[in-house]
């Protein structure tokens, strides 16, 4: 097991000093070390950054435990070294992950995380230079990266924590303020580290389409509280995703279009719009509900 909430609580002291916010209430979760996807959706206020901040050791439990690996978390854990290793072994892109640059080079800012998890210097920057290749940012290892676009320097950052090769990525709505040419770059990134490493990710986002692309486990969560946990056909087959204020992904929408008005029969396996060409372009005559 890679990650398993137990039981876990986590309240915020308010502005006044009686007044107590809970932002995850007796949360239980088991999420794989390999081969998962997950999406974790919910409105604004749900709890879902709170929940990926304990997995990784930003946020500690006020009840329950969290265990990473091998290293169990709970409360007043602050000072504990095996967060260090914690944080090692899940890496965690947050939103705008950018503003967490501040190296004089690209270069360096991608091999200052590996370095501070104790990577020799050489190995760092080999690994820096390998991954600033796989994000295909390569020529840029020598410029600042304050002189950059902000698509480049999203890469950079992420780039930063690739370099380390955590085993788990949490990804806090990584395509957030992207243009839809530089959100689909990025996810197929992400995507292709998923399917050819078998790293477990864990993603926040509000964008349904990439939840029905991408993830092969949804989490759901609405005050505080997982509603539902399970495949993503499920969560849009049925008014789960109403019940928890979610759009529908605009590839069900055309495919409910379809079938309405043409009389057709495809089915909710349908991921992208390629699939669905696909599928339109083998049906048969004759192949409706007619």
Not at 88 to 96: A, N, P
Not at 129 to 149: R, W
Request: proline residues 4%; glycine residues 6%; contains cysteine.
């Amino acid at each position: 097991m890679g990650i398993s909430f137990k039981e876990v609580t986590h309240s915020f002291r308010g502005i006044k000093k009686k007044e107590i916010y809970t932002a995850l209430e007796n949360i239980s979760l088991d999420i794989d070390e390999k081969n998962e996807f997950i999406a974790v959706v919910g409105k604004t206020g749900s709890g879902k950054s709170t929940m990926l901040k304990h997995m990784n050791g930003l946020y500690l439990p006020t009840a329950g435990n969290v265990c990473v690996f091998d290293s169990i978390i709970t409360p007043n854990q602050r000072k504990n070294p095996k967060l260090k290793k914690v944080r090692k072994r899940v890496g965690y892109v947050f939103q705008f992950p950018e503003y967490q640059l501040f190296e004089e080079t690209v270069l360096k800012d991608i091999m200052f995380a590996p370095i501070n998890f104790g990577m020799k210097p050489e190995e760092a920057k080999a690994k820096a230079i390998s991954v600033a290749k796989l994000l295909k940012i390569e020529k840029l290892l020598n410029k600042s990266p304050f002189n950059l676009s902000g698509g480049q320097m999203r890469k950079v950052a992420i780039a930063g924590i690739l370099a380390y090769d955590p085993d788990i990525l949490l990804l806090d709505e990584p395509t957030r303020g992207l243009d839809p040419l530089g959100a689909k770059e990025i996810m197929e990134i992400f995507y292709k580290i998923h399917k050819e490493t078998g790293k477990t990710i864990i993603m926040i986002t509000h964008d349904m389409n990439l939840v029905y692309q991408y993830a092969t486990r949804v989490v759901v969560m609405k005050d505080a509280k997982i509603t539902f946990d399970g495949k993503k056909e499920e969560v849009f087959g049925s008014n789960i995703y109403k019940d928890n204020n979610l759009a529908k992904p605009e590839i069900l929408e055309l495919i409910d279009y379809l079938n309405e008005k043409l009389h057709l029969n495809i089915s909710y396996d349908t991921y992208t719009l390629d699939d669905l060409l696909v599928k339109l372009r083998n049906l048969k005559v004759g192949d409706s509900n007619e």
